[in-house]
């Protein structure tokens, strides 16, 4: 199986014009999504990570400004491979040349996503009419296999029901199958199983694995839930503050994990075999980003900040192949601390 980059997010920066000053949601962050694989975004509210996906989804804000690039490699029917950089590219040709056909979303809240006006079989066959140019009796054929391939039982006698006639978990197989109507190579998944409970949360995730092996597809999910996470990622991106603090496979972000806001993040998971009252959550708040961030932006709330972390940005620093991490608790001569320390 090729690993190579689908896409490519270089020092991509989105900031956008308010009332009380120029927002910086997105501070330059780089990464790469292999073909096939998953990558997990993970962080609290408010650390840019559905800015992040709406950008490579091309939805742009008017008072938004974008930098860097979001690099999308298409193969073409001879075999060789087509660069787009979405972040270049216009708006309307983004939807009309990647939206559907080879990037796709699914996102949190089925009953916002679904037109509650139209049948479902119209929904799920409209990407196909548009894209695959195919005729209606060839798209309902498609839709209908769809609908079973993600589980959906009677699936022609769902086509013409209407969003409420469904329950949560039906949806949000529709929404699914909605967005790979039109065979994508890549799908992102906008906190998929938030609405759901917990036993439709697990087939929903597994469904998702499927037919991601099936098709070769590559997926983002974006969630705060590390046990998703840890279900479903090959690799993990740690965002605070509008910039990866730290990216590894899922092995290293969880046995190995060196940036202290990851460790303040699983140590906030509840675990069953300590005998604790209470739930451990990092201290203090997320920075204004109306206001520059000076130095690095987690310092305040960091128990090991340095002194330099108060005056200068961390650099990059590579731990292996795959794990790196922006922090100065990684410079030689910086006190030796593990997560540990702080338990």
């Not at 997990?40 to 709406?54: D, L, N, P, Q, Y």
């Not at 916002?112 to 798209?139: F, S």
């Not at 209470?278 to 090991?304: E, H, M």
């Not at 794990?323 to 030796?336: G, M």
Request: proline share 5%.
């Amino acid at each position: 199986m090729n690993r190579e980059p689908i896409l490519t997010v270089k020092n991509l920066k989105i900031s956008f014009h308010t009332k009380a000053g120029m927002l910086q949601a997105i501070r330059g962050i780089d990464f790469d999504l292999e073909r096939g694989k998953t990558l997990a975004i993970v962080g609290e509210s408010g650390s840019g990570k559905s800015v992040t996906v709406r950008a490579i989804m091309g939805i742009r804000s008017k008072n938004e400004d974008a930098g860097g690039s979001i690099l999308y490699r298409c193969r073409q029917d001879d075999g060789s491979v087509k660069e787009y950089d979405i972040i270049e590219m216009k708006k309307k040709d983004v939807i009309s040349q990647l939206c559907g056909k080879h990037i796709a979303m699914v996102f949190q809240d089925p009953m916002t996503t679904l037109d509650p006006t139209m049948t479902i079989g119209k929904q799920v066959m409209e990407g196909m009419r548009l894209h695959l140019h195919i005729t209606k009796d060839e798209a309902w054929k498609r839709a209908v296999a769809l609908l079973d391939e993600v589980g959906i039982t009677s699936p022609e006698t769902r086509m013409k029901q209407y969003p409420h006639q469904l329950s949560g978990g039906m949806r949000q197989r529709v929404v699914i199958a909605i967005a790979l109507s039109c065979e994508p190579d890549i799908l992102i998944c906008d906190e998929p199983t938030t609405a759901l409970d917990v036993t439709i949360q697990a087939k929903i995730l597994e469904l998702i694995a499927r037919i991601q092996r099936e098709r070769e597809i590559s997926v983002i999910y974006i969630t705060h839930d590390l046990g998703v996470v840890a279900k479903v990622a090959d690799s993990v991106a740690v965002m605070y503050a509008g910039h990866i603090v730290e990216q590894g496979t899922a092995r290293e972000i969880f046995y190995e994990p060196r940036h202290p806001y990851t460790w303040g993040l699983l140590d906030s998971v509840p675990d069953i075999s300590k005998d604790t009252e209470r739930l451990y959550s990092i201290p203090g708040n997320p920075p204004n980003l109306l206001s520059q961030v000076k130095g690095d932006a987690f310092a305040p709330r960091n128990q090991y900040a340095l002194a330099i972390d108060y005056e200068e940005e961390p650099p990059r620093f590579q731990i292996s192949d795959t794990h790196y991490v922006y922090s100065w608790l990684e410079d030689p001569r910086a006190p030796k601390i593990s997560r540990a320390a702080g338990k």
